[in-house]
């Protein structure tokens, strides 16, 4: 380890200047690596979840209640990695350099996205939310009849579909 006499640490010192700053009179250095708080468009979301199964702290949560799911993100719980913007497959997060973010409200820290949720148009049993159904058909080749049922039911159609088309009978 190389030693330095305080001489020299102080002319190294001096030379520098000062480095740190007197926020908040003057504004923080803040890097083009350096990641604050996320933004999620909610034009963009799908409600998918990936976001959530991700992310470390569990500052994202994505909870069904009744006709709706919400994600939410909880920003006091956020560490910043940026894992979640990541993943997203509908690049609906964005990280910002946000990075005062204290409040005296709790309620403040919370931010959501609500998606209505979808039920299969056969039984009624729940597939998941509006938009990423919305999705799924705009990028898959399945019908539009195929995607609006739950796995169940679009086995069950294909089948009788497959047989009709071999000259059987579904019944
Ligand atoms: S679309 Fe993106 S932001 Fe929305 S739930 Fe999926 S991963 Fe999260
Ligand atoms: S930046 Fe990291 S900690 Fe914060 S919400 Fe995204 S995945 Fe979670």
């Known amino acids: 380890m190389v030693k ?71 920003v006091g719980r956020c560490i910043f990695c940026g894992m979640c913007a990541e993943v997203c497959p509908a690049n609906a997060i964005t990280v910002t350099k946000e990075f005062e973010l204290s409040s005296t409200s709790i309620e403040d820290l919370k931010s959501g996205v609500v998606h209505r949720l979808v039920r299969c148009s056969s039984c009624g049993e729940l597939i998941w939310t509006e938009a990423e159904l919305r999705a799924t058909v705009k990028s898959s080749p399945i019908s539009e009849e195929y995607i609006t049922l739950c796995p169940k039911c679009r086995k069950l159609k294909f089948g009788k579909a497959a047989m009709l088309g071999r000259g059987g009978s579904s019944e």
């Open 4 to 74: 330095l006499s305080i001489a020299k640490i102080l002319q190294i010192a001096l030379k520098a200047g000062r480095v740190t700053r007197k926020y908040p009179s003057e504004q923080p250095l803040l890097t083009p690596e350096f990641r604050g708080a996320i933004r999620i468009d909610p034009t963009k979301c799908w409600g998918c979840g990936a976001c959530v199964r991700v992310c470390p702290p569990n500052a994202l949560t994505l909870t069904p209640k009744d006709k709706v799911a919400t994600l939410e993100y909880f």
